[in-house]
Each structure stands twice: as structure tokens, then as C-alpha cells.
């Protein structure tokens, strides 16, 4: 058990020394983050200047949604692992983890934390720097409640952000090019995430279907968790339940690609 957590310590360890490697980047990527901050602003200020609320949110509530939406997106978006995994796989790099003693899904999960971990540190820098600027403009509920719920709903969301990524890098077993599906989840992913608007500003009926759906647990879920704009317990702690069995789904449906995938390998090269 020991020498297993070893490795992938090691893994861990390579994967932060190599993000470590673009810590400028992730800080200017963050910082640029924040300019989208300013169209939220502008947008959603001139949408609340006819009105003191929209879907019973006020324009500090709904600002802060989205500040924090940005934080989350550094702490758990699977950046590239996708396309990572399916440059291994048409490489033939894949190669040498189907000759060692190494799970592939546990080293790739290695190398995601460590990448998550460099960034989600980085984040903070343009927060403090930018806090003084929208500390007038924030606004956060205290409740004891949503920290026990939205901790394990963050990790949740990033075991789902990051099992989505790793089905769709397995997806190269079969298709020699990835980039179609992977910028058509995107595209939902920003919808039905919560990314363009908060969800709970969709029609009621849509939203009770989003609920059902793995984006809404991607971002929005913890997000929404975090902001206040989930207030009562009893749906949060549905909607962990039906966020865990989204965790089980996809990460065993990642299991079975994997699999069925590796029948179809010619490892070639590597």
C-alpha cells in the first residue's frame, strides 16, 4: 500500500515541479481572468439598473457568483487533460504505463492535483491584489452549514471535471482527432454549467432538468453552494447525493473505455 501511494506521490511531485515550470502563465492567466470580471460588471450592472433584483438575487449576490465561479475554475478545471491524454494515447506514450506497475487513471489524476493545486494557488494572487476594488461589491452567507456540504461537493466536482476529461482523451482509442467533441462539451458545459449566467435563472422547468444532468455539478453546484443562492439544506444535501452517483457513473464508464480501448491498441511507438 505504502510503495503504491509512493509512486504516485512521485507523480504528484513531477506534476508540480513541471507546473511550477509555468507559474507565470497560470498568474497572468489569472489576472486576465479577472478583466472578464469587468464585462460581468458592465452587463449585469446595466441589467440590475432597472431593477434591485432579478430571480431574487441582488447585483452584489449575483457578483459574487461569478467571482467565485472564477476562483472554482482555477481550483478544479481540468485544463487540457484531455487533449493531454489523447496526445499520449496517438504518440504511443501511453505505451511504457501498459508495461509498469502504474494505473494509468491514478497517475493522470496525480498529475490533475498537482496542476489544480499550482493554480487554484496562483488564483488567489490577482484576488488579493483586486479584493480592496470588490469587497464593496461581494457579499458571502456565513452559514456553518455550507462548509460541511461544499467541500465535499468541490472535490466531487473536480473528480467529474476531471472524469469527463479523461472519457473524452480515451475517445482517441477510436477517433484520430478529439478536438469536435471536446469543444461541443465545452460549449454545453458553459450553458448548462452555470459559466454564461447563474442557472437558477433559467425557466423552471429547464433547471429542474439541469439538476439531473453532470454539468450542473461540474461548477455551478459548489458555486452555487458557496454563494447563497442554495439555501435550503435539504436540496443541498439531494443534490450531494445525486452529485456522488454522477462521481460513480462517470468515473466507471472512464474504467470501461479504458478497457474496451486498450483491445483496440496497436502500441505503436513510445
Known amino acids: 500500500m505504502l ?15 513541471s507546473n511550477l515550470v509555468y507559474r507565470v ?5 489569472g489576472f486576465f481572468s479577472f478583466f472578464h470580471l469587468i464585462v460581468v460588471f458592465i452587463l449585469w450592472g446595466s441589467a440590475y439598473a432597472g431593477s434591485p433584483v432579478i430571480g431574487g438575487y441582488s447585483f452584489a449576490q449575483t457578483f459574487t ?14 485544463f487540457n487533460e484531455d487533449y493531454q491524454i489523447s496526445e499520449e494515447i496517438r504518440n504511443g506514450l501511453i505505451n511504457q504505463f501498459l508495461l509498469k506497475p502504474v494505473n494509468y487513471f491514478a497517475y493522470r489524476f496525480s498529475i490533475y492535483l498537482s496542476a ?9 494572487l490577482p484576488l488579493v491584489v483586486l479584493f480592496p476594488l470588490l469587497k464593496a461589491h461581494l457579499t458571502v452567507p456565513l452559514d456553518a452549514w455550507r462548509l460541511g456540504i461544499g467541500l465535499p461537493a468541490l472535490a466531487m466536482s473536480a473528480c467529474i471535471q476531471f472524469g469527463i476529461a479523461y472519457c473524452f482523451g480515451l475517445m482517441s482509442f477510436w477517433f484520430l482527432e478529439i478536438q469536435g467533441l471536446v469543444i461541443l462539451s465545452m460549449a454545453i458545459e458553459s450553458v448548462l454549467g452555470g459559466q454564461i449566467f447563474p442557472l437558477d435563472l433559467l425557466p423552471a422547468w429547464l433547471f429542474r432538468i439541469s439538476q439531473y444532468l453532470p454539468y450542473y455539478y461540474q461548477m455551478y453546484f459548489p458555486v452555487a453552494i458557496f454563494t447563497g443562492r442554495i439555501n435550503d439544506l435539504t436540496a443541498a444535501l439531494t443534490g450531494l447525493g445525486i452529485q456522488a452517483c454522477w462521481v460513480v457513473i462517470i468515473l466507471g464508464v472512464g474504467q470501461v473505455l479504458w478497457r474496451r480501448g486498450l483491445r483496440l491498441h496497436t502500441a505503436v511507438g513510445g
Not at 510503495?3 to 515541479?17: E, H, M, P
Not at 457568483?65 to 476562483?71: K, T
Request: hydrophobic share 65%; net charge positive; proline share 0%.
Open 3 to 17: 510503495a503504491t501511494l509512493n509512486k504516485y506521490r512521485a507523480a504528484f511531485s513531477v506534476g508540480l515541479q
Open 65 to 78: 457568483y461569478f467571482v467565485a465561479l472564477i476562483v472554482v475554475q482555477f481550483m478544479i478545471g481540468a
Open 116 to 124: 489544480r493545486l499550482v493554480t487554484g494557488l496562483l488564483i488567489l
Open 25 to 29: 502563465n497560470f498568474a497572468i492567466r
